[in-house]
């Protein structure tokens, strides 16, 4: 490992957080440097149309809005790195990571490596994702006005999605595999009283179908099977949102920063600090509840400010403590 490998502020991750925080602390003279891993860019490269970050009125593809913040951000001197952190030991100062290829020490450490949306793993899914296939109803229910749309899941999340899709579509119809719901009462009941809202129980989705017009992909609609006899049929549909979860993305991190039950990093109230001094959580690694890419930014502009002022504060530190060694 050279000097060169040696960083103020290392950034694992991209996405809106990611750059956001390579932003903030690159016009702040650190430096910064990202690793933007195996999806640079993060989950917004999977999205078409992006209409709710502000400053777009005509909307925006979603890997050209992180073309553009990747830019702005290298523009004042961050660093993208194309490669994976594989391993991490924050037991020592600097912070030690690995990546496949070399070695890196970090004064500071930005973790934004975000959470992937659990899916079907359907290749057609795959396919039309993007074109009436989406993770997020909130992103993209607007799309889908007086529309049939369809909703898989029994949770919490589901039943939040399917109510909130009513305010867009036509129809929505929640499929579920089993008879009974894993969300709670208040949330069924809620859905169950929505006129919009229909329940299709026992059922799977085990294909996506649609057509190719004019060069564009266009979502029909689905096979449902059934989870009892195996019986299959077809269902018409504008839109499939997948409600099933999210997978935040701390598996490397496992053993040493604090994580709740499902994976997600704690940080202190009000704050992206985590359980480690010098280490900071920003966007959906730490955000089960909002998900979007402008709280994600949001908290990737926190995460630098946080790390810069822990910065200082380390640097005096040292100083005081090296002018008392002499």
Known sequence: MTENNHHKVIIIGSGPAGFTAALYNARANLNPVMFEGMQPGGQLTITTEVDNYPGFENGIQGPELMDVMRKQAQRFGAKSIYSEITEVDFSRRPFKLKSYENEYTADAVIIATGASAKLLNLESEKKFMGYGVS?????????????????????????????????????????????GFRASKIMVDKAEKNPKIFFHTNKVVSEVLGKEENGRKIMTGVILEDTRNGSKEEFKADGLFIAIGHKPNTDLFKGQLDMDDVGYLKVQPGTTKTNIEGVF?????????YRQAVTAAGTGCMAAIDAERWLEEYSHKVQLEEAGKN
């Open 135 to 179: 993770a997020c109803a909130t992103c993209d229910g607007f799309f889908f006005k007086n529309q049939v749309v369809i909703v898989v899941g029994g949770g919490d999340t589901a039943m939040e999605e399917a109510t909130y899709l009513t305010n867009h579509a036509k129809e929505v119809h929640v499929v579920h595999r089993r008879e």
């Open 281 to 289: 959580a920003a966007g959906d690694v730490a955000d089960s509840k």
